[in-house]
């Protein structure tokens, strides 16, 4: 009975050490598929961290040729305009592998003061992990919460700003159309721009001016909250390269 009752010991205690050894190997299987998981992560708020920070020069570019444009709105020319881009640029074509090639040569079709620049940062893999369930599998609260800050809260604060641009740019372009349709003639953009400016322009273009100022604030908040969730992943996980 003894000898019975003691290979059944040893049966159960193989089975149970067998459970414990399959248990701990895939516990060690999907902390390595979630590192892997927010690495990728990482990777693509590095990568957003870089779009950002060339966006944001755009958007500080857009405000100081609105600002330098109200400031001398009486005297300035068009020509002023297209001198002032050149050496803060904003437009841009582009090319090879996504670089961009900001525009220096202009014809009278730039219209320079409604250029809104879209705001489309990289959330592939954020929206992988959301559905996939992977980013309730991060333990550290505060990571978690700052991840998902930066890709709603944050995100949906510069996500208006640029509406609110477009929508500026819109009725901007609408003055130079509505103001041609007042000729019995062509008109170029640089001849209704430097003779008949007026205040309904100036109003546009303040209302531009203090929205491109949110807009640079909530960019450079959002820049922040990028860079504090990698020192997060990089002391947790591993050195992001």
């Known amino acids: 009975m003894k000898k019975y009752l003691a290979e059944g010991l040893v049966i159960f205690a193989s089975i149970f050490a067998s459970f414990s050894v399959e248990n701990i190997r895939q516990d060690s299987i999907d902390k390595e598929i979630i590192n892997e998981a927010v690495i990728t992560l ?24 609105t600002n330098e444009l109200l400031n001398r709105y009486d005297k300035i020319k068009l020509t002023n305009l297209y001198e002032i881009h050149s ?36 959330d592939v893999f954020f929206q ?63 001849e209704l721009f430097n003779s008949y400016k007026d205040q309904e322009l100036k109003n546009l273009l303040k209302f531009r001016s203090d929205n491109l100022t949110g807009r640079v604030d909530n960019l450079e908040n959002y820049l922040q909250a990028l860079n504090n969730v990698v020192l997060l992943i990089s002391s947790e996980y591993k050195k992001l390269d």
């Open 128 to 190: 992988s992990m959301l559905y996939s369930g992977k980013l309730l599998e991060i333990k550290n609260k505060k990571l978690r919460k700052e991840i998902e800050s930066i890709y709603t809260k944050h995100e949906e604060r510069v996500s208006g700003m640029t509406n609110y641009t477009r929508n500026n740019s819109d009725k901007i372009m609408s003055w130079f159309e509505d103001g041609k349709n007042n000729f019995d003639r062509d008109i170029l953009n640089e």
């Open 87 to 122: 050496n803060n640029p904003f437009i841009y074509n582009i090319i090879n592998n996504g670089e961009l090639e900001y525009i220096k040569k202009y014809n009278d079709q730039y219209n320079i003061m409604s250029y809104w620049n879209a705001w489309e940062p990289e």
């Open 42 to 65: 990482g990777d693509e708020i590095e990568s957003n961290i870089e779009y950002t920070k060339e966006h944001l020069k755009q958007v500080e570019n857009m405000l100081y040729l």
